[in-house]
């Protein structure tokens, strides 16, 4: 029986709105803007929401279709919102070869989330990533600029109550 996970519901604000509205009517003239446009509403929303991209095609007449195109095609966009936590496991070789995905799949046991999720509170958000630089230290996990090196499953829990 498996359940589908609720999300955390989109709940932007008027003042994030008035914020969007007036960087899209400074740049939607410019050639170009829609990348501006989707960094900048990223900064004010921390995520690009369909909400968010609506609001967007609505004010520029960029139709949807491009603005989910181009929020996909981007790494550096998220239509998923980030927890006050942003977890980073890295799943490159070296970490991989040393268990850093018996590490990602205890997180997901534990938080009840899977890649690119955040918890129903808002507390935690899972990411894999593919190198942090830390190779010495694999297998690596990282909670927001905090690096956790030579981690074991039995790591996790002890790790996550500190948050």
Known sequence: M????????????????????????????????????????????????????????DETGIPLEKIYGVSTFYSQFSLQPKGQYRISVCLGTACYV??????????????????GQCTPDGKFSLDSCRCVGACGLAPVMMINDEVYGRLTVDDIPGILAKY
């Open 2 to 57: 498996s359940q589908k996970k609720e999300g955390v519901r989109f709940s932007g604000t008027p003042e994030q709105e008035a914020e969007l509205k007036k960087v899209i009517a400074e740049l939607k003239d410019t050639k170009g803007a829609l990348m501006p446009i989707l960094q900048k509403a990223q900064d004010i929303y921390g995520y690009l929401p369909i909400e968010v991209q609506t609001m967007i095609s």
């Open 98 to 115: 040393k268990g850093s995905g018996e590490i990602f799949k205890k997180l997901e046991e534990i938080l009840g989330i899977t890649n």
